[in-house]
């Protein structure tokens, strides 16, 4: 297969738009080394203090509905080169802002971005990527954003120890690297997102996308560069034209045939119950969940760490079997860890002193959840979306579901702080494992194996019924 593929060349541009990845999970993580020096400076309430925390996401919401229809219309490469731009203008802004509402505003441009590269990258990949490959080559993408998670936690910790006794003769470099640290932690995601702003250069436009836009030779040429055999080449360009002629509605119109709809539906399910399982709950508030069961600060930090630490190697794992295992497998078994994992937090917090359990049960309950979650659902989900829309409104589908996901991921942001306090630990973890059943149920029942088939093949499966 290695053969007929150019492997090496399609990894590289999926490591590039996986950079994307690198920047969302820096720009979501690096927040919370921030909060409280950020409310000391500024006097922020409580209210201003969680504005401070969720206005990226309302940018981020921002940016995924208008993400997918910018990639349809101007481009992939066009639209991961508007969310660098966004990602390197926030990180100088946040580090030079003179209020806390100048702050907001960069933080929301820098929300924008993730939005963005949270549709545009994985649908990129997926257009690029041979069938045989593409769960591995887009997985890259989420492995990317544990790697930004990991990234923010330790560039946090590095320059909170260079800031202690930093002088300098620049006020501005005073500022950013010394009394008012912060600024440093949000603004060195400016350095990566320049790195993305110029390798995007160095990759071609989707040939899919070119196709759509009837640019056939462009397309021809990204795919030679793929497939080292015409007869693959023809083939692949010949599948794509097919399926677009039988598609003359517009844009809008195509998401609501029968077929389409239900998959648009089924997407926007995955991804707001995918937030409701409990994962980015256990990411934002580990250190206050651990304190509550009577851990100090420090080593509710440390556990943090191994918790992003497992993330990010499970994710690995993910990659290398998810197109051997396939991706409804690979959630059944995950899924069925986190519901097992989730009842026994549960029961920790119920009456963890009467059954003799100690706080490493706990960490290892909770690394235990962690493995499951990102060996299943968070390595699955941007691959589901990437691959099981029609080429020429995935894009725009993928916006609909991406917003549902983002929406999620705010009220849980919103709600967990609330739910600790009147379902208690225990009854907040009882619920995210009863929300993994209809998920579980969902793609058993209605979500096609997709691991080895072609997008065409795919969207043929959605579109088979949709003729009455």
């Known amino acids: 297969m290695d053969k007929k593929e150019n492997i090496g060349y399609v990894a590289f541009i999926s490591v590039v738009s996986a ?21 000391a400076q500024f006097q922020l309430t409580t209210l201003m203090s969680g504005w401070f925390v969720g206005c990226a996401l309302i940018g981020s919401i921002i940016g995924v509905a208008f993400g997918g229809a910018l990639s349809d219309r101007f481009g992939r490469k066009k639209t991961m080169v508007l969310s660098a731009i966004l990602f390197t203008v926030s990180g100088f802004g946040c580090a030079l802002s003179n209020s806390f509402y100048q702050l907001v505003v960069w933080r929301m441009i820098g929300g924008a971005g993730i939005g963005i590269v949270s549709i545009v990258c994985p649908l ?37 120890n260079i800031s202690v006794g930093y002088v300098s003769s620049s006020p501005i470099l005073q500022n950013v690297f010394g009394t008012e640290i912060w600024r440093g932690m949000l603004g060195f995601e400016s350095l990566p997102a320049l790195l993305f702003l110029v390798v995007i250069f160095f990759i071609p436009e989707s040939p899919r996308w070119l196709i759509v836009r009837n640019r056939e030779n462009e397309a021809v040429n990204v795919f030679s560069k793929i497939y080292n055999e015409k007869q693959d080449v023809a083939f692949q360009v010949s599948e794509t034209k097919g399926m677009l002629l039988n598609q003359e509605k517009s844009d809008w119109k195509m998401l609501f045939q029968p077929g389409i709809r239900k998959a648009v539906i089924i997407g926007c399910a995955i991804a707001i119950l995918g937030q409701f399982m409990g994962v980015n709950a256990v990411l934002y508030y580990g250190p206050s969940i651990f304190e509550q069961s009577g851990l100090s600060s420090g080593d509710s930090l440390f556990y943090q760490s191994l918790i992003g630490v497992i993330n990010m190697l499970t994710t690995v794992l993910a990659l290398l079997i998810i197109d051997k295992v396939g ?5 059944y078994f995950g899924v069925t860890g986190m519901i097992l994992s989730l009842i026994l937090i549960g029961i920790y917090f119920i009456n963890a002193e009467a059954l003799g359990l100690t706080s490493i049960f706990l960490l290892v309950c909770f690394l235990a959840y962690i493995f499951f979650c990102a ?21 725009l589908a993928m916006s609909v579901a991406g917003f549902s996901l983002w929406i999620g991921t705010y009220l849980i942001g919103q709600l967990t702080p609330w739910m600790l306090e009147t379902l208690a630990p225990a009854g907040t973890f009882f619920m995210f494992a009863l929300m993994c059943i209809p998920y579980m149920l969902i793609v058993w029942k209605l979500m096609p194996e997709t691991a080895g088939k072609s997008l065409e093949e795919i969207e043929r499966f959605w579109l088979k019924n949709t003729k009455k």
């Open 19 to 39: 950079l994307g990845g690198l920047l969302f999970g820096y720009d979501t993580a690096v927040i919370s080394g921030t909060v409280s020096q950020v409310t």
């Open 124 to 160: 990129y990949i997926s257009e690029i990527s041979p069938a045989l490959h593409r769960g591995r080559l887009v997985s890259l993408y989420q492995l990317a954003v544990t790697i930004g998670f990991l990234a923010a936690y330790l560039m946090n910790y590095f320059l909170l």
């Open 327 to 331: 991706r409804k497998k690979l959630v």
């Open 375 to 395: 060996i299943s659902i968070s390595a699955v989900i941007f691959v589901f979306l990437s691959e099981m829309y029609p080429t020429k409104i995935r894009g």
